[in-house]
């Protein structure tokens, strides 16, 4: 097992176009979580899934931010109508269901909104 | 809500020498887990440490070690014999025995520079 893999790495996009970022998890792995970190911050919870189930989503950032996870393997997360403001690195993490909970990171999707 | 602090945005350290990462952190919970993490440039974060807040024994990894105060709620990351490799960020991180989603609360973390 090569880790959590994203994609794509970079993405540059024009304000108000949709983006989708994917995250392969650790094959056995069953929860996912998604995270933002803007520049010179530590990362910030936006979602999480066990299996399928999206868990928690109240601290997505606005209703334009929405995640699947549709077979309980890899998640998408889409930023619809996207802002300068949008621009950050998306990482994700996966874990197992039960303790340690370590959380495995992985290299994240650089966004620039233009 | 719990939060985390890291009050030292940038420490330097030569190589071979020892240095000392503070963080502190606010919750009214009795049982959590404290990490750091390491996030190269341009690498993705690891896990360096991790200290479960029901032991009163400090978390050791090889050259890294903690001081985990519970009372005065301090868990500070020691490096001893410090590499070119520990050049990196270095986030503290809190998360929740009991909270069902086990999410992770970062600091803002300290930008750690190794002088050769």
């Known amino acids: 097992d090569t880790g959590v893999s994203q994609d794509p790495r970079h993405k540059i996009t024009k304000r108000g176009q949709n983006v989708t970022f994917r995250c392969d998890p650790i094959s056995e792995h069953n929860r996912l979580y998604w995270y933002r970190q803007t520049l010179g911050q530590g990362p910030e919870f936006l979602t999480y899934?066990?299996?399928?189930?999206?868990?928690?989503k109240s601290r997505l950032l606005s209703d334009r931010f929405s995640a699947e996870r549709p077979k309980g393997s890899f998640s998408t997360l889409e930023i619809q109508r996207t802002e300068q403001g949008d621009s950050a690195m998306y990482l994700c993490?996966?874990?197992?269901?039960?303790?340690?909970?370590?959380?495995?990171f992985g290299p994240g999707t650089r966004l620039t909104v233009t | 809500a719990q939060t985390v602090t890291q009050s030292q945005p940038e420490m330097s350290v030569q190589e071979a020498e020892t240095v000392t990462l503070s963080c502190t952190y606010d919750?009214?919970?009795?049982?959590?887990?404290l990490f750091w993490y390491k996030q190269p440039p341009s690498r993705q974060m690891i896990l360096v440490i991790r200290q479960e807040a029901y032991k009163q024994q400090n978390a050791t990894e090889n050259r890294f070690s903690v001081n985990f105060q519970k009372a005065a709620k301090s868990f500070s990351l020691k490096i001893s014999d410090s590499q070119l490799g520990d050049a990196a960020m270095y986030f503290c991180a809190y998360r929740s025995a009991v909270n069902a989603g086990n999410m992770l609360t970062f600091g803002g973390g300290t930008r750690l520079m190794v002088k050769p």
């Open positions: 993490a996966s874990s197992l269901a039960f303790s340690p909970y370590e959380q495995y």
């Open positions: 899934f066990q299996n399928e189930a999206q868990l928690e």
């Open positions: 919750t009214s919970e009795s049982d959590y887990y």
